[in-house]
Structure formats: structure tokens, C-alpha cells
């Protein structure tokens, strides 16, 4: 095996690419990933299981009579290439297109880049991951909160890829990924709350310095203790609301980041996640007004340690910060070199994929909104009457990204700039142009959620961040 | 590595491995181990606008391993025979240095005859499957005129070889074709039509087309939706992804780590007692297998009896901590369902249609969210055509509506069920895969965005 790295033998990946370029194709390309992946579930505290395993493999893709085929293995021999090669060149010539598939151009890269870690994971014994999580139960059990379940988990993947194209691309990385997940429920006089949160990080075992797991859970569980116990109900009927950095960043990644990418603009997602309210032709497109001028959402790969972190993407192109909606006007769709060369413009890096035997296709990175020049409390302060919805519990959008509906878990009660009592489930229903438009003002520190995005099908669930400061809404519908 | 060919041999040879593999587990000191080996050729057409974007191969050749000591419970996933020894000595280890799980009560025990597989070999690698898909987007366009399409059409072919130290040792071919077509007949006019088939025989992808089609076509021209509250009629399509929603609410794990609506409901009456629910991994269906990850054979299981909440589904360790039998419902770590059907009812779709003064007719959702599992209040967001209906015919297409309701109330407020059944599973939104008739369900909860 060439570099040594755990079950990736790259002299195969560029035997792959060779017998690839020995046909006639106008683009090929091989990318080789390798992941150690390590898992442990438990169920109050207890571990129900532990996962470790290495999951290694390759995919063809090539481009041949306008046509992109594509074929995977996790088969290390030159054997298995030759047939993937076959297949993906057999594929991509039977697609008979009418308009022909290209890329967008890009310069070969040869490159190596890496996360660093402070904490090596793999100085970290299991037992000593296992301990970390059950302190966070038992940091619940202390908190005096009724906490008849709870289910964790925390999932490390230590991903090494290596990506060879026929332009000369040559490009190798290695990323340490680790994420945890937290679902309890609170029962307090006969009634349920339950909330989960995520946590995600590239780096090492220092990310768990970071989150502060054990007090963001009791601080979740007593919200929801209270939510039962002493929180009122709104009354329904239009008033200013104060979004959370919570709120501001899932409102971000559905209602922008969503329906700015490009291969659902031009109808590629169509019949599972499915297009966007942007479309040429339509009322919005580049160029035009979708809120107001405090908003500002981008999408970043270049994060540092960020969950959704990237230098190059899943097609060999730079990673860079994309400005979406740029004071409150429609900007620049998220692109790979398929929708890049169907709108005539260059790939902006938005290529993702979860795995070897996964299409790269247009993803978010880490979805944002960026900050403006005042504190929380100034937000607050000049709220006569409303709600400040610190975070969410249920929520959705349509598929062309523009009917949504937040339902706040952890919100407040808010009277002459006070904070006066908790509210129960308050609800947000608008579409994104009101949302985006009622934005007065935005306060100046972003914080940052992990979450897992959807989207291709079979499904590929991909690490992002989504985030940014407070938002506040003037005369918004909450009930 | 694997050597993969076919015939007879071949596949006594990697039931042999698998076997070899428990075997070996066992003798480095395993107190109990599944060995479960997939060889899984997978493929699928993607397409939009009328177009095919990318055909797809995944060749799959894989072993989960999972195994107990001392209560403690591993697993790990091989790709490669040749280092089995490492991997099973670096489990055991990790098995050593884990944590008891007090309620694991063991992996399912006894030696099984299984029902024969009924694969269909020719789904390994079609000969042409873009033929398929050009034919479902004639159809469509043959109902609806010119439309814009997209969808995927999905192959399997998984040979399965299980060993259990426990006993269950087996060997089960599963195959499957799917295609889900999704029509544009204008910017907010779309129908959505599936088939489903376990073989090659049974498909007929013009029927989703003409469905997708049909649908696109009547929903022509939407206007907003009014909020309220709606008798509403189920689609097939949109039924499944509630029959998925309940299905996977009655897995014991669910239930443990209380996220289901099911939570201390057992022996109590959810729905009319015109509604029975099963799971049922039958051979007609995409979750086609004769075993579960246990070995023990797969069958059908009735939970929702004329209304009475009656079972759980379970692994052999849930079972145990519930007083029961295995439902053979093992997934690698906990009881999983495979397939749910709704027995059919006494009406049909048109009677249905006939009885209802003034409701809606919805096709399909996406995007089910809860606030909270135990009570079930949740919202989800129909796409595709949405219709309102005023005695008993289709008067008007609607848009941006969203369901935001309760999964338990509606269950209970089912008031028709029709004889007419269709196979379904598209996506994560309707998921597992079930059999689902048209259903009316009473008082609906419609919201819109203000």
C-alpha cells in the first residue's frame, strides 16, 4: 500500500485513472476516501453499543459524449478498477443527452492539506470517550430535573481522501471529524418536553472543551422543565421577534443556503429535495431584492475547525467564503462545475460528498448570517411587545424553500425591553421574503450550531454549521 | 479480498467465510458473535428535465460483525478476509475496555429453516435501464402533455450470508426495483408517481409516469390554501409516509428511548377498529429478506390489531426486557420495521371520494418534524398536488398549505380505508416501504404561512 494510510492504496486509485483516460472521455476522475469510523451509542448513561470499524473504497466518474457516469467499490484490486471504469465509461456514453454535460474550467491543483489536532483522538482511549459522554448523564441527574430518557451518541470519523483527475488535479487531505448528539426527555406533572441537541467539530479531542456538553444539556433540560411549569402562551397577532442565534442560523441554511444552490435552481434535485423559488425567469434571480439591508447570509467552508470545514472541495476546486444574500439582494448561488457551466460562471467549491461510493453534488459548508453593530440587549431593549425565541424544537420548509415554520423551544416573553416570562411553543409561519425583509437589526456576536444537512438521494447526510448573531423581526404573525 | 462469482459454490464459499469468521470470534474468547457478509450490487439512473444527469454503480462487499462479551456489545464492518484475525482480536479488545449493558439479554438462539429467495437475478445489472425511465416520462407526458421530469430509478441485488454462534446460520438473496418520477406540467403544477417491485416481472414504470402525470395535469393553476380544519383524503404516496412514521414508532427501541407515540399504549385501543396494521417483509416488497440480522426468520406481524395496540417489534434483547418473543425485527443494534401494511379496506377510492362534502385530497409530503415524540405533535409539508374537493369531485388545485397536527389524533380519526392497496417508498419521506390504501382521515389541522 503507497503512504501507508489505512486501507487506501493509491497506486490502485491511479491505475483507476489511467484506464479511465485510455478511453475517449472528456473528463475523468478518481477519488479514493478512507474513514475510521468510531461509534458509541448509549441509552441513560449506559452504553448500548460501540462501532469501530474502517471503511475504505473508491468511485470512477467520467464525463464521454456529454454524459457523466459514475461507479464505485470498496474492491482494492486493478481487477475491481477496470470494471468500475468500464461501467462508469458505459454509463456515461448511454445517457444520450440533447445538450451535452461539461464542467466549468479549472486549472489542475496538486496539493496536501490537513486539520490539526490539539487532542489527538487517537491518544484518546475508548474508555475515556465512553466516561466523557456518561459525565454528561450524570451531570443531568445532578441537575434535579425529571429525566425519564435520554439517548447520546458521538460519532468520530478520522477521513483521509485522495482526488486524481485528468486535468492533473492531485490533491490529498486528511480531516478528523467528530460529532455528538443528545436527545432527552423532561417529565414534570404528568407532562413531556423533550429537545435534542448536536455538537460537531474538525479537529481533535479538544472539541469537547468547546461544546461544554454537560452544562448545555442541564441548561436544556431545566428550559424544558420550565416550559412545562411555568410558561405562558402567546397570544397570537403580529409583533416584533428576537431570533436567537439558533433560530437565525437554521432560518439561514433552509430559507438561503437551501434554495441558493445552484443543481437545485437548475431542476437536477427536482423530484427528492426539489428546486427553489429562484429560477431564471421568475421574480428572483440574481440581482434582486429578497430582504432587508441588514441581511447578509454567507456560506463559508474555510471555518476554522468548523464542522462543515473544507480547503479544497469533492471536485478539486479552492475552497472560498460565497456571499449569498448580500445586504438584503440575492448574490451568488452555491455551485459545483456542472451548474457552474450550465450559468456560464466558474465553480465556487461547493462539491461535498459523504463517502466514496457518493456523487459529489452542491452542498453548504457552514451557513451564516453575518454580524451587525449591536448588542442582545439592545435588541431587546427596544421591543415594546414580542417574543425572543432563543431556540427551536419542530420545523420545516416547502421544497421550493420559501414556506417555513419555526417552533420556538426555549423563548421568552417580551414587554417595554424586558424579558418577563417563559412561552410555551411559540410559532413563526411566513415565507422567506417576509422573514428576510421584517429584519431590523442584527447583533454583533455569531455563535454557531452543528447539524447534519439532507439532501441526494440515497441520502447524504453532510457535517455544516449553521449560525450567526440575533435577528430582530418588526411586526412579524407569531402565534 | 472477495472473490466473487457465481453458482452454487461460490456462495457455500462465502457462507463458509462468514461461518469462519463466528468460528473464529468465538474461539478468541467472543461470548456470542453475528457474522453477516453483503455482496450488494446496487444501480441507479438519476434524472432531470427530461434528461438522464448520471447512472450510477456501487459494488458492495462487506462483513458486520457483531459480537458480545460480557454484556458488552461491539461490532465492526470488514471489507477484507485477509485481516480478520487483527480486526476480531482489535474488537475484543474494545469489547474489554467498553461498558456492560445491563439490558442486553443475548442474540436470538435456535437452528431455522427459511423460506427459499425469490430474487430476481436479471435486477444485478440491467441491460439498459434508461429505457425504463424514458418510458415512465412518455407516459407522464402522455397524460399531461409536455412536462419537465425528474426521479431516479434504483436497482438491487444483495446476496446475504449470516452466521450466528447462537445457531441461525443462513444465506438469502434480496432484489428490488424501484422508480420514483416526479412532473412538472407548469412552475407550481407537479404530480409524483412510484413503483415499487421486489422483480422485474411486476414493473411497469409507465404506470408511475401516467400517475405523475395525471396528477401534474389537475393541478394546474393552484391558488392559496385557506387554514383550517379539512376531512382529508390520503394518497397512497403521502399514506406511506405516515405508515412510516407509525411503523417505526412501534420498534421496542422507540418506545424505550421515548420517541413514539406508542410509550405505555400497549393493550389500548389508538384507532378505529377498522384499522390493522402489520409489518411484513413479504416477497413482493423492496424489504424483501427470509431472515433478520439475527437469523431468525423474517414474518409477518400484526401490531395494530382492529385498533388494539398489540406488540412491539423487537430484537431478541428487547424482547427479553418486554416478556416476549422476537418479532424478527433485528437491525445490527436494535429492532428495525421492514415493511408496513395497512389491511385493506371495505370501500373503493371513488366511494371515498364520492362521500366527502368538502375536503382535501392530498398526494404527497415532505419534511415531517415533531415537537415532541410521546405526545406527537408535528408538522409536515405537502408537495405535489393538493387539492380541494367539494362533493365528492376535484374543484380546485391548492399551494402552500402545511399539515401541523397530531400523529395519534389522526391515527384515530381514520374514517375510511379503501380496497385499493399500492406498494410505496420513495425517498426518506416515505420510508420503510409500505403497503398503503387511499385512506380519509377526519379534522384535519391545516396551517399556512401569514
Known sequence: ?479 | MFEIKRGVCEMTDMLSKTEEIAKKAKTLGADQVIAKTIVGKYRQVRFSNNQIDITVAWNDYSTDVTLAWKKRLVATLIHNFEGIDASLKQLLKLAKISQENPTFGGFAKGKFHYAKSKADRKLEDLEKPTDYVFEAIEAAEKEAGKVDSGGILLTKLEDVYLASSEGPVGVDSRSSIEFSIRAFAEREASGHGVECCSTLKDFKPARAGAKAGRIAKLAKGPKLGEEGVYDVIYDPLIHGSLLGVWGSMVSAYAVLVKNSVFVDKLGKKVAPETVTLKDNPAAYSLSNRVFDDEGVPAKDNTFIDNGILKTYLHNASTAKMFKTETTGNAGLVYPTPWNIEMEAGDRSKDEIFKNVKEGLYLTNTWYTRFQNFVKGDFSTIPRDGMFLIKNGEIKQSLKDLRVSDNVLTMLGNIDAISKERQHVHWWGEADPPSLAPYILIKNVHMTKSK
Open chain 1, 1 to 479: 500500500m503507497s503512504q501507508g494510510w489505512e486501507g487506501m492504496d493509491k497506486d490502485i486509485a491511479d491505475f483507476a485513472l489511467e484506464c479511465a483516460r485510455s478511453k475517449k472521455v472528456e473528463y475523468a476522475e478518481v477519488r479514493a476516501l478512507s474513514q475510521v469510523q468510531d461509534g458509541v451509542m448509549l441509552r441513560n448513561g449506559v452504553v448500548e453499543a460501540y462501532v469501530s470499524a474502517v471503511d475504505s473504497g473508491f468511485c470512477v466518474r467520467i464525463i464521454a459524449d456529454g454524459g457523466i457516469g459514475f461507479a464505485s467499490t470498496n474492491k482494492w484490486t486493478k481487477g475491481e478498477a477496470e470494471t468500475i471504469v468500464n461501467m462508469a465509461h458505459k454509463y456515461a456514453k448511454s445517457a444520450k443527452r440533447k445538450d451535452k454535460l461539461v464542467f466549468a474550467e479549472k486549472k489542475g491543483v496538486k496539493t496536501k492539506w490537513t486539520v490539526e489536532q490539539k487532542k489527538k483522538i487517537e491518544n484518546v482511549s475508548p474508555e475515556e470517550r465512553i466516561s466523557t459522554l456518561a459525565e454528561v448523564n450524570k451531570a443531568l441527574v445532578s441537575s434535579k430535573v425529571k429525566i425519564p430518557a435520554t439517548m447520546t451518541s458521538c460519532q468520530i470519523n478520522l477521513i483521509t481522501k485522495y482526488f486524481v483527475n485528468s486535468e492533473g488535479s492531485r490533491i490529498s487531505s486528511f480531516v478528523p471529524k467528530i460529532g455528538a448528539f443528545m436527545f432527552i426527555t423532561v417529565a414534570e406533572q404528568g407532562k413531556t418536553e423533550q429537545a435534542y441537541n448536536q455538537f460537531g467539530y474538525s479537529g481533535g479531542w479538544e472539541a469537547f472543551n468547546t461544546w461544554k456538553m454537560p452544562e448545555k444539556m442541564v441548561h436544556t433540560a431545566k428550559v424544558l422543565k420550565d416550559v412545562i411549569t411555568k410558561a405562558k402562551t402567546v397570544k397570537p397577532g403580529n409583533m416584533d421577534l428576537v431570533c436567537g442565534p439558533e433560530v437565525t442560523g437554521i432560518a439561514a441554511h433552509e430559507s438561503c443556503g437551501h434554495p441558493m444552490e445552484a443543481d437545485r435552481i437548475l431542476g437536477r434535485e427536482m423530484s427528492q429535495a426539489g428546486r427553489s423559488f429562484i429560477y431564471k425567469g421568475g421574480p428572483f434571480w440574481i440581482g434582486k431584492k429578497i430582504g432587508s439591508k441588514a441581511v447578509t447570509v454567507v456560506d463559508d467552508p474555510t471555518v476554522a475547525h468548523s464542522y462543515g470545514y473544507y480547503e479544497y472541495d469533492d471536485e478539486g476546486v479552492k475552497a472560498r467564503r460565497r456571499f449569498l444574500y448580500k445586504e438584503g439582494l440575492i448574490n451568488e448561488f452555491l455551485q459545483n462545475r456542472e451548474s457552474a457551466a450550465k450559468l456560464g460562471v466558474e465553480s465556487n467549491g461547493s462539491s461535498r460528498s459523504t463517502n466514496y461510493d457518493r456523487e459529489a453534488i452542491v452542498r453548504m459548508a457552514n451557513t451564516f448570517v453575518l454580524p451587525g453593530e449591536m448588542t442582545e440587549e439592545e435588541l431587546i431593549k427596544d421591543v415594546k411587545y414580542g417574543v425572543f425565541m432563543k431556540s427551536f424544537t419542530e420545523w420545516n420548509i416547502d421544497d421550493k424553500r420559501f414556506n417555513q415554520r419555526y417552533v420556538g423551544r426555549e423563548a421568552y416573553l417580551i414587554e417595554k425591553g424586558e424579558l418577563t416570562s417563559p412561552v410555551a411553543r411559540p410559532v413563526i409561519e411566513t415565507t422567506t421574503q417576509k422573514f428576510w425583509t421584517a429584519v431590523d437589526a442584527v447583533s454583533k456576536k455569531v455563535e454557531f450550531e452543528a447539524a447534519t444537512c439532507g439532501k441526494g438521494d440515497p441520502s447524504q447526510g453532510i457535517p455544516v454549521y449553521t449560525g450567526g448573531p440575533c435577528l430582530r423581526l418588526r411586526e412579524v404573525y407569531v402565534k
